[in-house]
């Protein structure tokens, strides 16, 4: 799993720094804990690492390794309500494991760009 075409990726394919916590693991409720992490969206996995990599060197000896991985068949994404944080510009990515993420840029376009490519990737991958 170390490389990846660029020819066949689909326009939902994005990276970029955003804050990211987890709110819910496997169901339980777990203590907020926003950190800036840089994000990528490659077919059906949402990536997080605490550096900068490509999504081509990603797993290289000198690259930082995922944190972890968000799982987007039978995932949902949608703008979070006002109690789930007091940030601007929240989205709340809910999987079917049970894990529920809040992911956060103070720059509203970078949200709106990340809500659409999250968007084509939970309904390009739904059914698999
Ligand atoms: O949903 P909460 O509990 O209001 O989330 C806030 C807390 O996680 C807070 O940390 P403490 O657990 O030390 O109080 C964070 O500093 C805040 O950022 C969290 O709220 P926001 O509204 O920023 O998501």
């Not at 994000?39 to 690259?63: E, R």
Request: charged fraction near 25%.
């Amino acid at each position: 799993h170390d490389t990846a075409s660029t020819e066949t990726e689909p326009s939902s394919e994005r990276s970029g720094f955003l804050n990211v916590t987890k709110i819910t693991e496997q169901g339980k409720k777990v203590r907020k804990n926003w950190s800036s992490s840089w994000a990528v969206l490659q077919g059906s996995l949402l990536i997080f690492a605490k550096n900068q990599g490509t999504a081509t060197s990603w797993f290289g000896s000198h690259q930082s390794k995922p944190d972890f991985s968000i799982d987007l068949r039978g995932a949902t994404v949608e703008r979070a309500s006002k109690d789930k944080s007091s940030k601007k510009h929240v989205l709340e990515v809910k999987t079917r494991q049970g894990t529920e993420i809040l992911i956060q840029s103070d720059v509203e376009n970078t949200i709106n760009e990340w809500f659409k490519s999250l968007t084509e990737a939970i309904n390009t991958h739904a059914w698999e």
